[in-house]
Structures are given as C-alpha cells and as structure tokens.
C-alpha cells in the first residue's frame, strides 16, 4: 500500500472515529447497566480503528501502540468472551518491557 492510499484511510479512520467516538459519550450506561455491554460494543469499535491508524501509519510500527492498542481490545473483549482469557493474555503483551 503506498503512502497516500495509507494517508487516506487514516484520514477517513477519524472520521470514522469522531462518529463513534461521539456515541459512545452520548451513551449514559454504567457497569451493572443493562446498556454497559452495547457501550463496551462501541468502545471496542473505537479500539479498532486506534488498531488500523496505528497498523498502517507510514514508517515503522510503533510497538508502544501496537502493544497498548492489543491490550485494550483484549479487555475490552473479555467481557463478551469471558472463557477465552483474553484479559489474562494481555500479562505477555508487557513481559519485554520489563
């Protein structure tokens, strides 16, 4: 993919992004709510689009934001697939930064 075709989806990706964004602001639901899992939907869509920006920004990947972007989505996808252990194979994202 070369760079404009790269500088165009990133900047349709924040479009995008402002979209979903905004309506997971406008979503009041709390944990415990009966609309959490639907607000969790929307931030999970947020996390993707953070994922394609960062996979497909021109130069080298950045591991810091690829490592930060893996992991939020992995917990924020537990919660809709809560005997995969997702939340707890975000421990190895960080093992070489220590």
């Known amino acids: 993919m070369n ?6 989806i990133i900047k349709t990706s924040w479009e995008l992004h402002s979209q979903v964004e905004a309506s997971y602001m406008d979503n009041p639901a709390k944990l415990g709510d ?3 899992l639907e607000k969790q939907r929307t931030l999970l869509a947020d996390m993707a689009l953070h994922l394609l920006q960062t996979s497909i920004n021109p130069g080298e990947i950045k591991l ?5 972007n893996i992991h939020a989505i992995l917990t924020i996808s537990d919660q809709f697939l809560p005997n995969a252990g997702l939340k707890k194979a975000t421990e190895k994202l960080y093992e070489d930064q220590e």
């Open 3 to 8: 760079i404009d075709d790269r500088l165009k």
């Open 34 to 36: 009966d609309g959490w």
């Open 64 to 68: 810091d934001k690829l490592r930060n």
